[in-house]
């Protein structure tokens, strides 16, 4: 099976098709030039507290004051607002993370007002872009994500994806990331995490590391309010979760996004960059890879897909409904049972496909043709 991602560049989003052997398995939209993005930080000042909410607006340079709730504080806020303060006064004096102060953590039932005052100054990241009429929703537990760790400055946790699949793989991380975790920071380790050699993760855990120590090296000279680090490229974002080894293309049509994408790719692959194609064809990129022609058959309500069978998706409040029909499979056919297996068969794998593209979850109910063997039930079963 061949894999290929084709990014498409506009002047306001970016689009990323994932195809298997040309066909269009995943689709990712986001929009371009957004100010005060997820994963954003600032030195940000307190400006009202808010009891009955339990709460604070935060001054962040948004037009509206950003709002950080006291369970979005984080545990280790009290350790990391005196390391912050300190390195704001004097940086010179700041000690490596590795000799830092831990202090008690915040109570889990505790006050806004017990942990912060109004004028205070605090670093804060952006978890929920801004709205319509709201500011951006804040924490104040700092993450940087890169593929397979994030690292959470303060505190001494290695936590392990329970998606991982075996008890020994998860074991081999934890052992691993527990030797080679510096002290005062809490790792997460990510599912694409999953065979990984310790070289791999050593590399991007101080590549994340370099990234908070930078953070903190721009707060002595950052106004009030200021953006001290800002999240990967859009592009990087969006393929961080997306890439694996197992990709033998990737096409772009904007230069500067090439370039940044192959960056990353030299990053977490060394060697790999070559994959990355800056495409300069005359015809649209997703047209020229026949994407647009399969995102406007394959997003409405009836999906055709082998031999003239064909899904019908519909959406409820409560629940997703698809149901399958065998359209033409149905005509002149000596045996049901056997089209009936067959076109479940590939409908099982449309619409694996189909949830994928259009990121559907939480309650899903599929009405598959009426099969009568058991073994044949056991068989779409195994393969669903």
């Known amino acids: ?140 537990e700092l993450s940087f994500a890169g593929r397979y760790i994030v690292l959470i400055p303060f505190g001494d946790k290695v936590s392990v994806s329970s998606k991982i699949k075996t008890a020994e793989e998860r074991a081999r991380l934890r052992q691993l990331l527990t030797s080679i975790k510096p002290k005062n920071f809490t790792i997460i380790v990510r599912t694409s995490a999953e065979g990984r050699r310790v070289a791999e993760l050593d590399h991007e855990l101080k590549t994340l590391v370099k990234r908070w120590e930078d953070t903190i090296a721009k707060l002595p000279t950052a106004s009030l309010p200021s953006l001290v680090y800002e999240e990967t490229s859009r592009a990087v974002a969006l393929l961080r979760d997306i890439y694996n080894p197992s990709f033998e293309h990737i096409y772009v049509n904007d230069k500067e996004v090439c370039d940044s994408i192959k960056d990353y790719v030299r990053l977490i692959a060394p060697g790999n960059e070559k994959i990355v194609e800056l495409y300069t064809g005359a015809l649209p990129i997703f047209d020229n890879f026949a994407i647009t022609k399969q995102i406007k058959s394959l997003f409405g309500r009836t999906v055709t897909y082998k031999s003239g069978a064909y899904l019908v998706i519909d959406h409820t409040e409560a629940m997703h409904v698809i149901d399958v029909n065998s359209g033409n499979r149905a005509k002149g056919s000596d045996d049901q049972e056997q089209t009936a297996i067959e076109v479940n068969l590939a409908a099982a794998d449309e619409i694996a496909r189909q949830l994928r593209l259009r990121d559907m979850g939480g309650i899903i109910v599929i009405d598959f043709i009426d099969i009568h063997d058991n073994a044949n039930k056991q068989k779409l079963f195994e393969h669903m």
């Open 1 to 140: 099976m061949i894999s290929e991602i084709v990014v498409d560049v506009q002047s306001k989003e970016m689009n990323i098709a994932v195809l298997e052997d040309k066909n269009l398995v995943e689709l990712q939209k986001e929009a371009l030039n957004v100010e005060f993005a997820v994963g954003d930080i600032y030195l940000g000042k307190v400006k009202k507290l808010m009891p009955g909410l339990n709460a604070a607006f935060i001054d962040v340079g948004y037009k509206k004051d950003a709002f950080l709730h006291y369970q979005d504080i984080g545990a280790n806020f009290i350790s990391q607002q005196k390391y912050v303060k300190q390195a704001i006064t004097d940086i010179k004096k700041l000690p490596t993370m590795q000799k830092a102060s831990i202090y008690p953590e915040t109570a889990k039932d505790g006050s806004i007002g017990d942990v912060v005052k109004v004028g205070q100054e605090v670093l804060v990241q952006i978890a929920k872009e801004p709205i319509s009429t709201k500011g951006p929703r804040l924490t104040s």
